[in-house]
């Protein structure tokens, strides 16, 4: 398995699949199975029963999780859905990079 390059609170844009197209912020990553909760996008029902943490029952509707390898990292600076890169600043800091246009998304 390759190393996961989208983060909790990345804007991610679905490549692939019924929601393709589709824009959400990451609300959970699974690391060691490669998999994204994405806020708006995979929504599935499900039948809760009352319980302490939710006393209402009913039928709900919940995110639940995507491959990483179906979305791509929206770049703050251009908007374009865009692989994402590793470079390092002259201070030796590690950082992420929008291959499309070559900005700094944010240091690791």
């Given at each position: 398995m390759g190393k996961m390059r989208i983060r909790k609170?990345?804007?991610v844009r679905v490549i692939?699949?019924?929601d393709k197209g589709k824009e959400g912020?990451?609300?959970r990553s699974i690391p060691d199975r490669e998999l994204l909760v994405i806020e708006g996008v995979n929504m599935a029902t499900r039948h809760v029963?009352?319980?302490q943490k939710n006393?209402?029952?009913g039928i709900v509707k919940q995110e639940?999780?995507?491959y990483a390898c179906k979305v791509m990292l929206v770049c703050p600076s251009c908007g374009a859905a865009t692989r994402v890169g590793?470079?390092?600043?002259d201070s030796g800091k590690k950082v992420r990079l929008?291959?499309?246009c070559g900005e700094i998304v944010d240091q690791v």
């Open positions: 609170g990345d804007r692939s699949g019924k912020k990451v609300l029963k009352p319980s006393p209402k029952s639940v999780p995507v590793r470079g390092f600043l929008c291959k499309a």
